[in-house]
């Protein structure tokens, strides 16, 4: 918060808006002389650099090379993942890992190379490494992927957390991608991103930067290969990226550039080589495996704020069912909390919420239920009474309970990178549970000390546990949000471990996909919002995360009807589908007349007849750590023309969906990639690679199948149908499907088919594993006209 926040806070029309915004300022300044007197002031620094190589010693995997200054330990794993730590720093602990280190690979070999310098030579990646510590990472051709220089540190004289610098060089023609979800992408251009997790307090457009989930990971992609970095390091940082060019000063290339700067932590990190998919088969199997959301939460959700209780909650879901608009989940934001405090109801407006969770369930609808961090500082709360004779708050240097403001005033908030707290904090959820509630959407996690007007969080001085070592918030802030999720998911596996966890968090860090998924936050209301929302998916998803969306509706009002129209059909082809409405009206389709309610139903019926191939993207998702929503350079990623495309994706291997990202028109051209496509309405057949444009009618985006796809749908009779596209003549197709195996942790099984084009027909086949082959499920063959 600077100085202007501080006076819009306290400007803002209303008494009661102006005493929120002076308890603000108050939190603000408390903030600033907590960490006045607890955090170290610089002073003298001393440059370092790793200086010239002085032996190496072979290791598992990899092994240790000495320099002057510094010493540099190199591992390549049975993954293919490789790891690299200076000073002394290994892969654990670390919160970006899901368990111990792979195993390093014995075929992995270090020895001398050129000039004084050495290399690692494993099966699908080269690390050359010279004599000043530079390091560069090759193809098994020797093809150059990403040149690391030298790193330099700058270490307090008298001790303590040194920052440092990271300068690297990748080819001309390479593309940056990934650094969690930013506004501003997929592709991430010229620029510097921050690495810390920020409320921007406000709806976020394009041109905001950082947001609420921001990682040290980045996927570069090239015409040699693919490569994701993750520099496992949880302070505050910048990224700076510029773009190379080809024949550029005399016929030359200029190399793409990326600076990384971090105020303190390990200088440590970890890449991986190969295709995209590849890529991120290795990231999830380094990282964790997708968590699996029940099939109810692949389906329409909507989130209504205001004063409602349980009338309003119940007309809702009847003024969807009326309107035949499909509806599987119904949120709570935290409005229902008694008197603002976590873990409790409103009793006045919530008399009897089992019971209505109950009937809701009987209709197919589920109750989720807004969980965050803070906990109202109010004796007598059974949460804060609780929490505070089991010493879980987090204090300040001087031992002091850190407090914020929030909506509901003064809090305090847990330490969840403490084992006991997380423990703790996982327990409440048995009253949520106990509630009705079948999921949780966590708010508020950065953690955010909220105004209307902006935000504010802990101190930077703040104590937290960190597993034991210590440390304070500058190395705690951005993964308490993981650390929270970790909590809710481990209670919730404990309290109900016959039925799968199902929480989204809107903060996070490197890994929190192995305990839920991700919501945008509040995205602009305009057109460049909903261009903003497709790039935070994109990147969530190329950062290891697949399951995540922004909120369609706002609750200021509503959006003009072709804006809403647009949002909806876009966001009924991303993974989670919410849509949002405010207390006054806005954001429900039948507000805006019967062509609006028209062209949503059919939107929101799409999305239903497709939940069966969401499940099983969900399902190969949490295999094989490939997004459901995928850039089109996916499957091509030596397709420069294809690298930059951002305003269209595929969903899954068969979909491409290009949604429609601005005012007026009724068209809009598309780009495909290699192949024949067929527009999903019209039938019509396109090859690709090229550009067609297609109609753009309000009543719908233009989507189009792969030849040769299977894809399970739902019947209209609501059983499972396969909707089979025609292959080219001579060619064959296929697919998977995944039947859902309810909400426990049954593995179900991978039905593999394969379609073949014969004459005018086409001949779909399931295969076994033993080689037979079987009628498939009811077929729809599409695309023969």
């Known amino acids: 918060m600077d100085g202007r926040d501080l006076v819009r806070s306290v400007s803002g029309g209303g008494s009661g808006r102006a005493a929120h915004g002076f308890r603000t300022v108050r939190a603000a300044w408390r903030r600033r002389r907590i960490d006045a007197a607890g955090l170290p002031q610089r002073g003298a620094e001393r440059a370092r650099v790793p200086g010239l190589v002085q032996g190496a010693e072979p290791g598992p995997g990899g092994g240790l090379i000495r320099f002057g200054r510094s010493e540099l330990r190199i591992t390549v794993t049975v993954s293919g993942a490789v790891f690299w730590g ?5 892969p654990e602990p670390s919160y970006g890992l899901a368990g111990a280190c792979p195993e390093p690979d014995p075929r992995a070999v270090l020895e001398p190379d050129k000039d004084g310098g050495w290399r690692v030579v494993a099966e699908r990646v080269t690390v050359v490494v010279s004599r000043h510590g530079a390091l560069e990472v090759c193809t098994p051709g020797g093809v150059v992927l990403r040149r690391e220089m030298p790193p330099r540190w700058w270490e307090p004289a008298g001790g ?14 390479a593309r940056f991608f990934g650094l969690g979800g930013r506004a501003a992408g997929p592709r991430l251009r010229d620029g510097t991103y921050r690495l810390w997790n920020t409320d921007p307090g406000r709806a976020f457009g394009p041109g905001d930067d950082p947001l609420h989930v921001t990682m040290p990971v980045q996927m570069v992609v090239a015409d040699a290969a693919t490569h994701l970095m993750f520099h496992d390091n949880t302070w505050d940082g910048t990224v700076t990226l510029r773009e190379g060019e080809e024949g550029a000063g005399s016929g030359h290339d ?3 550039r990326c600076e990384l700067r971090m ?15 590849r890529v991120l088969l290795t990231w999830a199997a380094l990282t964790g495996a997708p968590a ?26 009847t003024a969807h069912q009326e309107r035949d608009l499909p509806l599987d989940a119904v949120h709570l934001d935290a409005g229902h909390h008694g008197r603002h405090q976590v873990f409790t109801v409103d009793q006045e407006r919530f008399p009897k919420l089992p019971v209505l969770a109950e009937e809701l369930r009987r209709d197919g609808v589920r109750l989720v239920s807004a969980v965050g961090p ?8 059974a949460v804060y009474d609780s929490g505070s004779a089991l010493d879980v708050f987090v204090r300040d240097g001087a031992g002091r309970t850190v407090r914020g403001e929030v909506r509901a005033g003064e809090s305090v908030f847990p330490d969840f990178t403490h084992a006991r ?6 327990g409440l959820y048995e009253e949520r549970l106990g509630q009705g509630f079948a999921g949780f959407w966590h708010d508020m996690d950065e953690p955010t000390s909220f105004s209307a007007f902006g935000e504010t969080t802990l101190p930077r001085s703040a104590r937290h546990a960190v597993e034991g070592r210590g440390g304070d918030h500058r190395e705690a802030h951005n993964v308490y949000a993981l650390c929270m999720a970790r909590a809710g998911y481990e209670g919730l596996r404990e309290l109900s471990a016959q039925e799968r966890p199902f929480l989204f968090s809107r903060s996070g860090w490197a890994g929190m996909q192995r305990y839920g998924g991700a919501w945008s936050g509040e995205v602009a209301p305009g057109w460049p919002g909903l261009r903003a929302a497709l790039s935070l998916v994109l990147g969530m998803g190329l950062c290891g995360v697949p399951y995540s969306g922004p909120d369609v509706g706002g609750p200021d009002g509503g959006p003009s009807p072709e804006l809403y129209l647009r949002r909806l059909q876009l966001g009924a082809y991303l993974p989670l589908f919410r849509t949002h ?23 929101l019926l799409e999305r239903r007849r497709l939940l069966p191939y969401f499940v099983t993207l969900a399902y190969l998702a949490r295999r094989t750590g490939a997004p459901y929503v995928r850039p089109l350079w996916w499957g091509a990623p030596e397709d420069r023309a294809l690298r930059e495309c951002e305003d269209a994706f595929l969903l899954g291997d068969h979909l491409l969906v290009a949604p429609v990202l601005g005012p007026g028109g009724e068209g809009r051209a598309v780009r495909l990639p290699r192949g024949r496509w067929y527009d999903t309405v019209t039938e019509k057949a396109f090859e690709g690679p090229g550009r067609v444009r297609l109609d753009t009618p309000l009543s719908r985006i233009p989507v189009l199948a792969r030849a040769g796809a299977v894809v399970p749908v739902r019947g209209e009779d609501g059983a499972l149908e396969l909707e089979v596209w025609a292959p080219v003549q001579g060619r064959t197709g296929g697919g998977l499907v995944v039947q859902d195996a309810g909400e426990g942790w049954a593995e179900p099984e991978i039905e593999r088919y394969t379609a073949r084009r014969q004459g005018r027909r086409v001949v779909v086949t399931r295969e076994r594993e033993d080689g037979a082959a079987e009628p498939p499920h009811r077929v729809r063959v599409r695309g023969l006209g």
């Not at 303190?264 to 295709?275: A, E, K, N, S």
């Not at 803070?374 to 709360?381: D, E, L, M, R, W």
């Open 86 to 90: 200076w000073d002394g720093a290994g």
């Open 160 to 173: 303590g957390a040194g920052r440092w610098l990271q300068r690297s060089e990748v080819a001309a023609d």
């Open 254 to 256: 200029r190399a793409g």
């Open 263 to 277: 105020d303190g932590g390990p200088l440590r990190c970890w890449v991986m080589v190969g295709t995209p998919a």
């Open 292 to 317: 699996l959301p029940p099939a109810w939460a692949l389906g329409h959700q909507h989130l209504r704020r205001g004063p409602g209780g349980e009338q309003e909650v119940r007309r809702t879901v």
């Open 374 to 381: 803070a906990v109202k500082a109010v004796p007598g709360g």
């Open 421 to 426: 707290v997380r423990k703790w904090w996982g």
């Open 581 to 603: 409405a405010g207390p006054a009206g806005g954001g429900e389709p039948w507000e805006s007349g019967a062509e609006v309610l028209r062209h949503a139903r059919g939107a």
